[in-house]
């Protein structure tokens, strides 16, 4: 994590109140010191108690003559000028809409030291980590169509003494670039990078089954053309990996509660089938409904580990 770079982080926090906050946004200060500017808004069961007040003992007095609940308690950082970042602290005792219960800091110019520093106090006062017990939420169902696309030798190629880290970027950009622009008239949901290949995966229904399908598979055939392209590029002058391989499937997965990410059968054929499949070729499990008569299909067998025998539709890439 480099300064510049804007970070987000919750924090459970039991009920506190401004005496509180006042003092957890003085140790931000102190571990982040450029951004010397505070202003606080302060929001009331009955009223607005500060408006981004600057003068810290304006509020304490409002809340002396008004005492009430606390709904919002908001704080901004800010440096002498422009260049030193932002930085915002919001607390609210209960969850309101989507916004859930606790402290949100977030920041677009912490460091990863800086962060530490100031997590570490707050971990100790608060005892955050007994507030962070361990709890289940169930994966949502869905339909998914998943597509695992691979780079055929890319280890070997990668150990040959004239390729450096630099031209494997370089390579690697391209690759992923192919497979994102292949997809770009029906984008999947998730595009998740697997170092040497990538998963592409679309939550489907009955209204667009049909449409991710086809993306997928005259978007997985573009792949390998605009791959060879790649390879024929003259920046790339120490060669690279020639083929790409893929495997398709479909059927019932679930997403991962807050990550974003899916966990289901479906990815596990296609992740088999990718690695079994030759570099040129579609291996598509025979899950994957509504394939047009565009696509020539071939009737054929595939040994995947743990399912053993398979049967599939094999497609030859132009």
Same mark, same amino acid.
């Given at each position: 994590?480099?300064?510049?770079?804007?970070?987000?982080?919750?924090?459970?926090?039991?009920?506190?109140?401004f005496?509180?906050f006042?003092?957890?946004?003085? @140790?931000?200060?102190?571990?982040h010191?450029s951004?010397s500017?505070?202003?606080? &808004?302060?929001?009331?069961?009955e009223?607005?108690?500060?408006?981004?007040?600057?003068?810290?003992?304006?509020i304490?007095?409002?809340?002396?003559?008004?005492?009430?609940?606390?709904?919002?308690?908001?704080?901004?950082?800010?440096?002498?000028?422009?260049?030193?970042?932002?930085?915002?602290? *919001?607390?609210?005792?209960?969850p309101?809409?989507d916004?859930?219960?606790?402290?949100t800091? &977030?920041?677009?110019?912490?460091?990863?030291?800086q962060?530490?520093?100031?997590?570490?106090?707050?971990?100790?006062?608060?005892?955050?980590?007994?507030?962070?017990?361990?709890?289940?939420?169930?994966?949502?169902?869905?339909?998914i169509?998943?597509?695992?696309?691979?780079?055929r030798?890319?280890?070997?190629?990668?150990?040959?003494p004239?390729?450096?880290?630099?031209? @494997?970027?370089?390579?690697?950009?391209s690759?992923?670039?192919?497979?994102?622009?292949?997809?770009?008239?029906?984008?999947?949901?998730l595009?998740?990078?697997?170092?040497d290949?990538?998963?592409?995966?679309?939550?489907?229904?009955?209204?667009?089954?049909?449409?991710?399908?086809?993306?997928?598979?005259?978007?997985s055939?573009?792949?390998?053309?605009?791959?060879? *392209?790649v390879?024929?590029?003259?920046?790339?002058?120490?060669?690279?990996?020639?083929?790409?391989?893929?495997?398709?499937?479909?059927? %019932?997965?679930s997403?991962?509660?807050?990550v974003?990410?899916? +966990?289901?059968?479906?990815?596990?054929?296609?992740?088999?089938l990718?690695?079994?499949?030759?570099?040129?070729? %579609?291996?598509?499990?025979?899950?994957?409904?509504?394939?047009?008569?565009?696509?020539?299909?071939?009737d054929? @067998?595939?040994? +995947?580990?743990?399912?053993?025998?398979?049967? +599939?539709?094999? +497609?030859?890439?132009?």
């Amino acid at each position: 994590m480099q300064a510049g770079h804007t970070v987000t982080r919750h924090y459970p926090l039991p009920r506190i109140d401004f005496a509180d906050f006042w003092d957890i946004c003085g @140790t931000f200060m102190r571990v982040h010191p450029s951004l010397s500017h505070i202003r606080y &808004t302060i929001e009331g069961s009955e009223t607005t108690l500060a408006d981004r007040e600057a003068d810290v003992s304006k509020i304490l007095g409002r809340l002396q003559r008004k005492p009430q609940d606390i709904l919002l308690m908001e704080a901004e950082f800010e440096g002498p000028n422009t260049r030193e970042g932002f930085a915002k602290a *919001v607390y609210r005792p209960v969850p309101v809409e989507d916004e859930p219960a606790g402290l949100t800091l &977030t920041s677009q110019s912490i460091t990863k030291l800086q962060l530490y520093q100031f997590e570490s106090l707050l971990y100790d006062k608060y005892n955050l980590d007994d507030a962070a017990h361990t709890s289940i939420e169930f994966g949502k169902p869905c339909e998914i169509l998943a597509a695992i696309i691979d780079l055929r030798g890319f280890s070997q190629f990668c150990e040959k003494p004239n390729i450096e880290s630099p031209y @494997t970027c370089g390579l690697m950009h391209s690759f992923y670039q192919a497979v994102r622009h292949s997809y770009i008239k029906y984008p999947p949901e998730l595009m998740k990078f697997l170092g040497d290949g990538v998963l592409a995966l679309w939550e489907t229904t009955a209204q667009d089954r049909e449409i991710a399908i086809d993306i997928c598979l005259s978007g997985s055939l573009d792949i390998n053309n605009r791959w060879q *392209v790649v390879r024929r590029s003259s920046q790339f002058t120490h060669g690279a990996p020639e083929e790409v391989a893929i495997g398709i499937s479909f059927g %019932l997965a679930s997403q991962l509660p807050e990550v974003g990410d899916y +966990i289901g059968r479906p990815i596990n054929i296609a992740s088999r089938l990718s690695s079994v499949c030759p570099g040129g070729q %579609l291996y598509v499990d025979k899950s994957v409904p509504s394939i047009g008569p565009e696509y020539a299909k071939d009737d054929a @067998t595939a040994h +995947i580990k743990s399912f053993g025998r398979y049967y +599939i539709w094999r +497609i030859q890439a132009g």
